[in-house]
């Protein structure tokens, strides 16, 4: 009988080992030890899902690649914790689970399976491994290339969502919500036409509205900004290479500066053709911190690198310094002009804010703090960066030396006012022990240290992003 251990034996991937590694149980585990004193405010779920394949790839593996898999830490008010993780059942997975060994290849090598695969599968696997949300009481689990996937109450796969049939193409992993509306704002790119649409979903859950944005190519388009009144799009020479994609004949993603780079406004009220435009000169931009509007003016702050930071199939990056770092976008529609300034040097990125400020100004944010980012070496984040931007200054916590962060959410005090009343939370992975902890910082001072660290009952692997649910249990 081949065990897990024989199908994994000589697996060196670089994405697949140290803070990669899988894991290939399924636990749940009541009555989580408890170092400090959790705040009664933090009520609710903390659910983060990451890549974690079943099978060894059937060729090169990219990052963004593996099996979703959810952690989720459900805190009672009480200084109770209990955990529980579960992978995301895909068609895919579910097919290679029937065959044994994976037939989905990745973005570094995609291969079209065999015609019982797609039958049965699809032609790709929907991994919905990138972020978990609620919206409207569902949870769905989110990757940019495929519908998103309905999780229920017990962490467990309803299946594909498709809003009753409405939502037509993707669904970005980085919806954003309007604290006055309730309204979920995201969109879709795809490799083929049309390559964007922008989607509205009412407080309800209801898929109210969708536009075609018309862009005329298509570029791995990962995050987007709002605002009260406006949508802005960052059209960057990510090059998606749709037959690449198909035909395995040169990398599906690839940088080209030489097409130029532009950023889009879009009324919220208004259609994608009524999108106005100004060019800018190449960058790339994986995540953003928040947009508003002030002074007749858009502001956007978010993680800016050089170009696109990561490679896929045989591309390689030009530069060796490909660290992004957090900058600021002023938009004077009127004059047509973009200013770009630099707002902090630090290398990082997985910026957050709290989220009820989206659109609006905000004067606090968080980024995560680069421990290694290296060409050869990948990144490990190892704590986070906390900016007071009305201030201009910033303060940075480190978890420890050897350590592996991932994303810092904000978690709001119920009981508070300020903006920034509330606590960090992470998952923290001692990669010397093998051990990982959840560890909740003071926003208002985290000088102060941690106020508590839940041991968590294994190591979690490296995960993209999660969410605080307040008021789920």
């Known amino acids: ?8 034996a000589g697996v060196t991937e670089p994405y697949l080992v140290g803070q990669y590694e899988p894991i290939f149980d399924e636990r749940e585990d009541p009555n989580l030890e408890v170092v400090g004193e959790l705040p009664a405010g933090l009520r609710g779920t903390y659910l983060r899902n990451g890549p974690n394949p079943v099978f060894p790839p059937p060729g090169r593996y990219h990052l963004f690649d593996g099996d979703g898999m959810l952690h989720g830490l459900v805190l009672d008010g009480e200084g109770g914790a209990r955990y529980a993780n579960r992978w995301i059942e895909s068609r895919g997975l579910s097919y290679e689970r029937k065959v044994g060994h994976a037939v989905y290849g990745g973005l570094s090598e995609f291969t079209i399976p065999d015609a019982e695969a797609c039958n049965e599968g699809g032609i790709y696997k929907n991994t919905a491994n990138t972020n978990i949300v609620r919206h409207a009481g569902k949870y769905l689990a989110l990757m940019e290339g495929a519908h ?3 999780i229920d109450g017990s962490f467990g796969t309803v299946g594909e969502y498709t809003f009753g049939g409405a939502l037509q193409g993707p669904m970005t992993a980085h919806p954003k919500w309007d604290p006055a509306t309730g309204e979920m ?7 083929f036409p049309p390559f964007l649409r922008y989607h509205v979903a009412d407080a309800a859950g209801n898929l109210v509205r969708s536009t075609e944005v018309p862009v005329g190519r298509s570029v791995m388009m990962h995050d987007f900004a709002t605002t009260e009144n406006y949508v802005i799009w960052f059209d960057l020479p990510a090059i ?19 097409q130029g780079a532009r950023i889009g406004v879009m009324p919220r009220d208004g259609e994608g053709s009524d999108t106005s435009w100004i060019d800018v000169d190449p960058f790339y931009v994986f995540h953003f911190l928040n947009a508003y509007e002030e002074g007749g003016k858009l502001v956007v702050d978010g993680c800016r690198a050089p170009e696109m930071p990561t490679a896929f199939g045989d591309t390689t990056p030009v530069s060796n310094d490909i660290r992004p770092s957090l900058w600021r976008w002023e938009i004077d529609q009127v004059a047509g002009t973009v200013k770009d300034t630099q707002l902090d040097d630090q290398p990082g990125d ?40 009305e ?30 009343d509330g606590w960090l939370i992470n998952l923290v992975t001692d990669l010397s022990e093998g051990t990982t902890e959840f560890v909740v910082l003071d926003a208002r001072d985290i000088t102060a240290g941690p106020v508590a660290r839940v041991k968590m009952p294994r190591r979690v692997p490296f995960g993209f992003h999660g969410n605080w649910m307040p008021g789920v249990v």
């Open 1 to 8: 009988m081949t065990t897990t251990d024989d199908l994994w």
């Open 240 to 258: 998606f290479d749709g037959d690449a994609l198909m035909t395995g004949d040169g990398p599906s993603i690839y940088w080209a500066p030489e």
């Open 148 to 150: 998103p996937t309905e």
């Open 391 to 420: 201030k201009g200054t910033s303060a940075t916590h480190v978890y420890g030396l050897n350590h592996s962060a991932g994303e810092t959410v904000f978690a709001a005090d119920p009981d508070g006012t300020a903006e920034n």
């Open 350 to 389: 997985f910026p957050r804010i709290n989220d009820a400020y989206n659109g609006r100004k905000h004067r606090w944010g968080t980024q995560a703090h680069t421990g290694e980012w290296d060409v050869d070496k990948g990144v490990r984040f190892d704590g986070f960066i906390q900016y007071d931007l």
């Open 185 to 191: 704002l995201f969109f879709g790119y795809s490799p």
